[in-house]
């Protein structure tokens, strides 16, 4: 992320996290000054594809979204998230 989008992010109260090499470095930059900052973790329940991506450096494939099964564990995840945080 630029460092225009890291201002931008850093007063979101939620972030949908995939694995992506960049996510620990910029949660950890972003939850320092955001107590209410929370992280919902996608890959949870998604049967991840093993192997080399050729956009990515590690050893599963986080296209998660190419299939409408996974998606649709994601979908429910991003549900349960935004849920949990806004209740109502």
Same mark, same amino acid.
Not at 24 to 46: H, P, Y
Not at 47 to 74: F, M, Y
């Given at each position: 992320?630029?460092?225009?989008?890291?201002?931008?992010?850093?007063?979101?109260?939620?972030?949908?996290?995939?694995?992506?090499?960049?996510?620990?470095?910029?949660?950890?930059?972003?939850?320092?000054?955001?107590?209410?900052?929370?992280?919902?973790?996608?890959?949870?329940?998604?049967?991840?594809?093993?192997?080399?991506? !050729?956009?990515?450096? !590690?050893?599963?494939?986080? !296209?998660?979204?190419?299939?409408?099964?996974?998606?649709?564990?994601?979908?429910?995840?991003?549900?349960?998230?935004?849920?949990?945080?806004?209740?109502?």
């Amino acid at each position: 992320p630029t460092p225009k989008d890291m201002i931008r992010a850093a007063k979101a109260s939620l972030w949908f996290t995939l694995g992506e090499t960049f996510e620990k470095k910029a949660i950890n930059a972003i939850s320092a000054n955001n107590e209410k900052f929370r992280t919902v973790d996608l890959t949870r329940g998604v049967d991840l594809i093993q192997g080399n991506c !050729h956009c990515h450096r !590690h050893a599963t494939d986080l !296209h998660l979204w190419l299939s409408p099964k996974e998606l649709k564990v994601q979908a429910e995840t991003i549900a349960e998230g935004l849920q949990a945080l806004f209740p109502e």
